[in-house]
Nanobody, 119 residues
Framework: QVQLVDSGGGLVQAGGSLRLSCAVH????????INWYRQAPGQQREWVAT???????????GYAHSVKCRFTISRDDANNTVYLQMSSLKPEDAAVYYC?????????WGQGTQVTISL
């Protein structure tokens, strides 16, 4: 059974950093594309970043323009966990962040972790 467990959210000052974790269960994180999305109040869920499965792609990762050069997605194969390191956080980064994977045409989501930015 595939399960994604998000954690690491919290309250951080603008300009600060935070690392989110996505513990992946039931599949190999290294063999699949794992994504981060976010959803702010009143807005649609938007894609943030992807780390590509090492078996299927020559690319390693991709980022939304709004977070490029500030966020870094990475993977710990030994712990089957994907991270999102967020730096230089801005008020507009405040949202619920979700880990996501599409496995055999079925979409899986983490429960979400709240990121709040203080001025």
């Amino acid at each position: 059974q595939v399960q994604l467990v998000d954690s690491g959210g919290g309250l951080v000052q603008a300009g600060g950093s935070l690392r989110l974790s996505c513990a992946v269960h039931g599949i190999s994180a290294s063999a699949n594309d794992i994504n981060w999305y976010r959803q702010a109040p009143g807005q649609q869920r938007e894609w943030v970043a992807t780390i590509y499965g090492s078996f299927y792609s020559d690319s390693t990762d991709g980022y939304a323009h709004s977070v490029k050069c500030r966020f870094t997605i990475s993977r710990d194969d030994a712990n089957n966990t994907v991270y999102l390191q967020m730096s230089s956080l801005k008020p507009e980064d405040a949202a619920v962040y979700y880990c996501n994977a599409v496995i055999q045409f079925r979409e899986y989501w983490g429960q979400g972790t709240q990121v709040t930015i203080s001025l």
